[in-house]
């Protein structure tokens, strides 16, 4: 009977502990496809837009929202960019918590030079990242986001093919969301919103 | 009424080919925009075409004088993956329209002459597979613009 005594109340106070566990860590309700726990932290080793080399850690305290593409890539890239762009006017002061890293799939036309005036055509919160074919290569399968490069016109041009995914991390660099370019504009304002209204910076 | 269909067969025979010409003359374009990136990389143009006409038109391309080449694209995605094909021609069907918008058709300009800016007009020659061609009036837009600007107008 003794240990028993001592048992139950133990197990409320644990039951107590998990529902109070519970409650803080309620999962986000997010309304894109929800992908936290289910992919990697944000890491990479690449050169920004300044030149500078940065690695994942130096956009904690960021939502970052990452997509893959290259500064040749007339249609869907800018499209894609344009868009993040209105999403971000729309999150209004907010917005500063988050960036756009904007990944170059075509490292060898897009240096950082290159990368800088692109991205700062569409959003001042924009960061453009390009590096070794191996580090970019190690980002894009660390998301089992893919790319390729097909022979194009006799002028030299090349047709790239490229994930059209857009991967949202949270302030500690956790994967959150996984948006296409076709979402709703509407629904990543929302999770955007969830995720920059948890944790102030750092 | 009746001398309509005689008309235009007489006319086709003194342009030397009834073919000839008529995409042209039976398309209309609207909502006519490019946009723009920074340097020289390749722009992408946009625009909505109107067939008026009792035959489909097939737009095979454009010049302009403003780009050393300007070539047929087509964005699609597959599998969660962007890609962009060439294309050889864009049906304008008969009494319907045709639109080259972003993530689809679009005309890729490329190697500017000489620099073009936001709010600038930049003429684009249509080209349709039957020989025939349309100058058209593009207007150049930020490379943040997610559209011809003018969503009122034609409506």
Request: contains cysteine; hydrophobic residues 40%; negative net charge.
């Amino acid at each position: 009977m003794k240990p028993r005594r001592i048992f139950f109340p133990a197990l409320l106070l644990a039951l107590g502990l998990l529902l109070a566990g519970c409650h803080s860590n309620e999962p986000l309700p997010l309304r894109l496809t929800n992908i936290s726990g289910h992919m990697p932290d944000l890491d990479f080793k690449l050169t920004d837009d300044l030149g500078k080399p940065v690695t994942g850690a130096d956009y904690r305290g960021k939502v970052t929202l990452l997509y893959f593409g290259y500064t040749h890539c007339p249609d869907v890239c800018p499209l894609t960019l344009a868009q993040l762009h209105v999403v971000m006017q729309r999150l209004g002061p907010l917005a500063d918590g988050a960036r756009i890293l904007f990944v170059s799939v075509d490292p060898g036309r897009d240096t950082p030079a290159v990368m800088h005036a692109y991205v700062n055509a569409f959003d001042p919160r924009a960061v453009g990242l390009t590096g070794e074919p191996r580090a970019i290569e190690a980002l894009s399968k660390r998301y089992r986001s893919a790319f390729s490069r097909e022979p194009g016109s006799a002028d030299g041009n090349y047709e790239v093919t490229h994930s059209s995914a857009i991967y949202v991390f949270d302030r500690a660099g956790k994967a959150r969301v996984l948006a296409t370019p076709s979402a709703s504009q509407d629904d990543l304002v929302h999770d955007l919103h969830l995720l920059l209204d948890t944790g102030a910076d750092r | 009424m009746k001398s309509t269909p005689l008309s235009l067969l007489l006319g086709g025979l003194l342009f030397a080919g009834g073919a000839h010409a008529t995409a042209a003359e039976h398309v209309h374009a609207s909502h006519a925009w490019i946009r723009l990136l920074p340097g020289d990389l390749p722009a992408g143009a946009y625009v909505t075409l109107q067939n008026d006409g009792d035959q489909p038109a097939a737009l095979s391309g454009a010049s302009s004088a403003q780009y050393a080449d300007v070539m047929l694209h087509h964005s699609s995605t597959a599998g969660g993956m962007s890609r962009m094909t060439m294309v050889d021609a864009m049906t304008v069907p008969a009494h319907g329209q045709a639109v080259l918008a972003p993530a689809g058709y679009h005309l890729m300009l490329m190697q500017p002459t000489r620099p073009v800016k936001a709010g600038d007009t930049v003429v684009l020659t249509l080209k349709f597979a039957d020989g025939s061609a349309l100058d058209t009036r593009f207007i150049a837009r930020p490379a943040n613009a997610i559209d011809a600007g003018d969503e009122h107008a034609g409506h």
